[in-house]
């Protein structure tokens, strides 16, 4: 019955070192520009693997004190944490399915459309008070201002592989015809009709296009992209995580056989 408990207790610390990569996910995404505005996902992660850090140290106690309770606590609560993480896996994978981009002629970077985005992730952005906080989230960082300095001309610019915020952000979008004059400043459009962000772009350095659904669009593909790595450690751990927790499970029902045949020795003898 000891060696089993050691065992068992051994296994459980895996599973409390398993909660750190999914810990490290959670305070990534909070260190990403996009993440840092929104912050939807990396709380549930950072919960998610609190929590299993706190539910992996209790069977480690159980097993090397041998507290029975603990044990069948950490089977129960280990399970449904392991069932909600498949859940997160899964539902992020699902809104982070669509958006992709949109090659435009001559240019190198891509531009981004609303639409092309699940109904879930538009939904984040799509009120006003939501939008305004997050923009203004998003003002607050110099991401525009490096286009300016990086890039003088407007091929260099064109040629450019913008990250999707920059893309929506910072300049308006390309089928509305603005000249270029530099990264943030753009005069003459040639179709105003085009798409409703025409009007909405400004060369006021602090408008520029942070009104526009280019804008949105290009902070949910940033999301997007940020995300769907998180998933591949969360997806990389859950798997280790579930070994351990069916080693685990093979390791109590061990030790609760050894204990009834010991119990069944003792009454015999």
Not at 57 to 80: D, E, H, K, Q, T
Not at 138 to 143: A, E, G, I, K, V
Not at 180 to 202: G, L, Q, R
Request: glycine share 6%.
């Amino acid at each position: 019955m000891a060696l089993s408990n050691n065992v068992i207790g051994a296994i459980n610390l895996v599973a409390v070192l398993l909660s750190v990569p999914i810990i490290g996910a959670g305070i990534w995404l909070t260190t990403l520009p996009a993440d840092s505005c929104v912050q939807i996902l990396q709380w549930p992660v950072i919960i998610s693997g609190v929590l299993i850090f706190v539910v992996g140290l209790a069977g480690f106690i159980g097993a090397f004190w041998r507290i029975p309770s603990l044990l069948v606590f950490y089977l129960v609560a280990m399970l449904v944490l392991i069932v909600f993480l498949v859940s997160l896996v899964v539902f992020t994978y699902a809104v982070t399915l669509r958006g992709h981009g949109n090659i435009e002629p001559n240019r190198s970077y891509l531009e981004y459309r609303m639409d092309e985005f699940s109904l879930w992730l538009r939904r984040r952005v799509r009120s006003s008070n939501k939008w305004d906080h997050i923009s203004s989230c998003l003002r607050s960082s110099n991401m525009c201002a490096e286009l300016d300095q990086r890039y003088r001309t407007a091929q260099d610019f064109f040629n450019a592989h913008l990250n999707p915020i920059q893309s929506g952000c910072c300049k308006p979008p390309t089928k509305c015809g603005y000249t270029f004059v530099n990264p943030t400043y753009w005069i003459s459009p040639i179709n105003t009709a085009e798409d409703t962000d025409c009007m909405k772009w400004s060369n006021d350095q602090t408008q520029l296009c942070y009104t526009c659904d280019s804008c949105k669009a290009g902070l949910l593909a940033t999301l997007r992209v940020e995300w769907r790595r998180a998933n591949v450690i969360l997806i990389i751990t859950l798997v280790a995580l579930f070994a351990v927790y069916l080693m685990g499970c093979f390791a109590f029902r061990n030790a609760k056989i050894e204990e009834l045949f010991r119990k069944y020795k003792q009454g015999y003898s």
